[in-house]
């Protein structure tokens, strides 16, 4: 399902390896990888199969809230 719409992503490093990727517009998507590259796959896939859930139950589609703002240092 290509629905055009773009979300963002918080992707940060553990301390003890690994990263893990949430998505603050979609409450619940969250995921991990064990490299930078695994984890963005990964969260790419939740993001799909959150959006397809949502399409298969007849509930609206989510926006993305641009409001927020994301630093990392």
């Given amino acids: 399902m290509?629905?055009?719409r773009e979300?963002?992503?918080i992707l940060e490093a553990q301390?003890?390896?690994g990263y893990v990727a949430s998505?603050?517009?979609l409450?619940?998507?969250w995921t991990q990888g064990d490299?930078?590259?695994e984890a963005v796959a990964m969260v790419k896939d939740a993001i799909a199969g959150y959006l397809e859930t949502l399409?298969?139950?007849g509930r609206p589609l989510p926006k993305p809230n641009r409001e927020h703002l994301t630093v990392q240092a």
């Fill in 7 to 9: 979300f963002d992503v």
């Fill in 23 to 25: 998505v603050p517009d």
């Fill in 27 to 29: 409450p619940g998507v």
């Fill in 55 to 57: 399409e298969e139950l």
């Fill in 2 to 4: 290509a629905t055009g």
């Fill in 35 to 37: 490299t930078r590259e």
């Fill in 15 to 17: 301390d003890d390896g």
